[in-house]
T-cell receptor, first 113, second 114 residues
């Protein structure tokens, strides 16, 4: 039972364009959502988070949008850069904090020149 | 150290042998987590330690898997009688209690059972 789903295993975007990574969840108890970025042979690193009391959180080139009624969140990267090429994981928890996270399967983003 | 340290970084073992994976969390982080990532899969929760509380073992896939955390710091994940389906990257992470900023992950141990 995959409670957090990332239906696109891969995405290719040109440098300078917008990257949109999507994530859906099924558990209505989830109230805190995070995105992690992972390079090969490294552990995932925290990127950005959003609480269910918000519908948008922005940090530089990264913005996360949350649609609670649709149980959907998305990560926008604008403008995309080659260094953004990595695997992106969506994660969720039901505690209002980043504890015992449930992760999606990841989306591999390739930013091309 | 400044980050979460895991050892070994790579481990190849024969089917049926026992293995021990080690995690050294960030000093002062009260929460410690083990996850694993099998080929083509997401990060699968295994076990969660929080301070002196009883660990949440709900993600351990079988009784061949066990973990302990000594003195609230270093943790070892033990897999007994390894099987080929145990092959995965085992990731350890730590965080402060109630953190809003996610976990800090180690680089993982790549376990290959042959």
């Amino acid at each position: 039972d995959q409670q957090v789903k990332q239906n696109s295993p891969s995405l290719s975007v040109q440098e300078g364009r917008i990257s949109i990574l999507n994530c859906d969840y099924t558990n209505s108890m989830f109230d805190y959502f995070l995105w992690y970025k992972k390079y090969p042979a490294e552990g995932p690193t925290f990127l950005i988070s959003i609480s269910s009391i918000k519908d948008k959180n922005e940090d530089g080139r990264f913005t996360v949008f949350l649609n609670k009624s649709a149980k959907h969140l998305s990560l926008h990267i604008v403008p995309s850069q080659p260094g953004d090429s990595a695997v992106y994981f969506c994660a969720a928890s039901g505690s209002g904090t980043a504890s015992k996270l449930t992760f999606g399967t990841g989306t591999r983003l390739q930013v091309t020149l | 150290g400044a980050g979460v340290s895991q050892s070994p970084s790579n481990k190849v073992t024969e089917k049926g042998k026992d293995v021990e994976l080690r995690c050294d969390p960030i000093s002062g982080h009260t929460a410690l987590y083990w996850y694993r990532q099998s080929l083509g899969q997401g990060l699968e929760f295994l076990i969660y330690f929080q301070g002196n509380s009883a660990p949440d073992k709900s993600g351990l896939p079988s009784d061949r898997f066990s973990a302990e955390r000594t003195g609230g710091s270093v943790s070892t994940l033990t897999i007994q009688r390894t099987q080929q389906e145990d092959s995965a990257v085992y990731l350890c992470a730590s965080s402060l209690t109630g953190s809003l900023y996610g976990y800090t992950f180690g680089s993982g141990t790549r376990l290959t059972v042959v």
